[in-house]
Each structure stands twice: as structure tokens, then as C-alpha cells.
Nanobody, 125 residues
């Protein structure tokens, strides 16, 4: 059974930084597309950043480009470094991995993702 465990998150003032980590277990496939979605109250869920061992290697939402960096720390651990945070980044952040066939497009479309429980990020002005 695929499981994702998130850590990090919290509250920070605008301009500050936070780091999220997600550890995957029970995933035995060679293709891996994994990353973060977020959902703010009253808004749709959106893909924030993902890393893939195919092409394209990474994805970033336009709203976070230049501020967020996704990286693979170990085989099944992905981190999201969030710098220069803004109040509009406030949301629940969910780690997600695409079940096979794993592609970035399928991950973004959430066609068959496994999800973590979520971690809250709050940015105050």
C-alpha cells in the first residue's frame, strides 16, 4: 500500500521560508512522479511543484517559479524549499505521487494519485 508522510509547514511572516518534506513508502515501480499540490479555502486545488524521473524533470506553477525549489533527497523523499513566501501561498499542502503509468501530465491531472494527509502553511503579512 502506497503511503506518503509529510513534515514541515507552519506559520511564517511574508518574505520568510519554510521547507516541506514527503517520504514515500510501499511504492515499488521504477517510474516516479511526485510533488506537491495546495488548496486554499474557497479555491481549487492546484499543482505547485513536482519532480519526475522522466521528461519533463520538474514542474512549477507560474506563481511559485523562482521562489520554490523541489528536490529529491533520497530515492523516496522529496522536499520543497519555499522562499520569499507570500500571504497568497497560505494553503493546505498535499504531497502526491502518480500511480503507474506515471507521467507529469497524469500527476497534474490527478488521474490516479496517492495522497498524503496534508500540512498547513500560513503566511502572514
Amino acid at each position: 500500500q502506497v503511503q506518503l508522510v509529510e513534515s514541515g509547514g507552519g506559520s511564517v511572516q511574508a518574505g520568510g521560508s519554510l521547507r516541506l518534506s514527503c517520504t514515500l513508502s510501499g511504492y515499488t515501480y521504477s517510474d516516479l512522479c511526485m510533488g506537491w499540490f495546495r488548496q486554499a479555502p474557497g479555491k481549487e486545488r492546484e499543482g505547485v511543484a513536482a519532480i519526475y524521473n522522466g521528461v519533463p524533470a520538474t514542474y512549477y506553477a507560474d506563481s511559485v517559479k523562482g521562489r520554490f525549489t523541489i528536490s529529491q533527497e533520497e530515492k523516496n523523499t522529496v522536499s520543497l524549499q519555499m522562499n520569499n513566501l507570500k500571504p497568497e501561498d497560505t494553503a493546505m499542502y498535499y504531497c502526491a505521487v502518480a500511480r503507474p503509468p506515471s507521467t507529469m501530465a497524469r500527476w497534474l491531472a490527478s488521474l490516479d494519485n496517492a495522497w498524503g494527509q496534508g500540512t498547513q502553511v500560513t503566511v502572514s503579512s
